[in-house]
């Protein structure tokens, strides 16, 4: 085992060059550079992907490598994530990344179709409509309630 170095010894510049365009895995680069897992996932910078948010058109990047793998992008700026593969499907030179089979920006693509935030993705759509269903019925049931309070005086 190599004996451990501190991250001022090996730059961050190393520690990116080597994480993003080796096929070693974290494991052996540590190794190879004697430092600490917490070294060198403390040292990662992002990748830029090539992929532009839909939301504000921050450049989006890969925090890493198995999310550069999946082709999932993150706008560091809002948070939006793209879709599995979406930031792999690029083309080339224009700075944004077309959706596979759709011929459209994810800029022109998600202009027509606005995707949810990020939280509402996580929430199963039947619980959604039960929540916001309850809020309504909620609203319903107050403005019945100040109605018959206020025509008895």
Do not use: K
């Not at 996932?41 to 990047?61: D, F, I, N, Q, T």
Request: net charge neutral.
């Amino acid at each position: 085992m190599a004996p451990q170095r501190s991250g001022a010894e090996v730059t961050a510049e190393q520690i990116n060059e080597l994480y993003w365009s080796d096929a070693g895995t974290v494991e052996e680069i540590v190794t190879r550079l004697g430092i600490s897992r917490s070294t060198l996932y403390g040292s990662l910078e992002p990748e830029p992907s090539g992929l532009r948010c839909a939301h504000c058109h921050a450049e989006m990047v890969f925090a890493n490598r198995t999310a550069r793998d999946r082709g999932v992008a993150v706008c560091p700026e809002c948070g939006r994530e793209s879709e599995p593969g979406e930031a792999r499907a690029g083309s080339a030179g224009n700075g944004l990344t077309a959706r596979p089979g759709d011929g459209r920006t994810p800029v022109e693509a998600d202009a027509r179709q606005p995707s949810p935030p990020r939280l509402w993705r996580r929430i199963p759509p039947q619980r959604a409509a039960t929540v916001i269903g309850g809020a309504a019925l909620g609203i319903v049931a107050g403005a019945l309630m100040a109605g018959a309070v206020s025509s008895r005086r």
